[in-house]
């Protein structure tokens, strides 16, 4: 199995600054994207971002020119770095990591526990 561990979110004023970053372990393989997706009351979840091994990156529209995200392929760990956050950012956010064994054609997915990001206007 994978587990993935989260850290960081909490909370903060509108115009400020956060971090989250997430670590996977147990049976890590070929890992092909870590991402962070997030869910605010009432709503689906939805994409942040995410990163692909080769470094390639996809930002939803809503955060893009605020929020980076990077990883450590070496040490299958990914970041986000949200700046300039706005009350709609608020949500909780999840650690997402897709992964092939090299065993099958099957790509693999698994999902961080969550963590709470509040943004207050």
């Known amino acids: 199995q994978v587990r993935l561990v989260g850290s960081g979110g909490g909370l903060v004023q509108a115009g400020g600054s956060l971090g989250l970053s997430c670590a996977a372990s147990?049976?890590?393989?070929?890992?092909?994207?870590m991402g962070w997706y997030r869910q605010a009351p009432g709503k689906q979840r939805e994409l942040v971002a995410t990163?692909?091994?080769?470094?390639?990156?996809n930002y939803a529209d809503s955060v893009k020119g605020r929020f980076t995200i990077s990883r450590d392929t070496a040490k299958n760990t990914v970041s986000l770095q949200m700046n300039v956050l706005k009350s709609e950012d608020t949500g909780v956010y999840y650690c997402?990591?897709?992964?092939?064994?090299?065993?099958?054609?099957?790509?693999?997915?698994?999902w961080g526990q969550g963590t709470q990001v509040t943004v207050s206007s």
């Open positions: 990163i692909t091994r080769g470094g390639s990156t």
């Open positions: 997402n990591l897709r992964q092939r064994t090299g065993w099958d054609v099957n790509e693999y997915e698994y």
């Open positions: 147990g049976n890590i393989f070929i890992v092909t994207t």
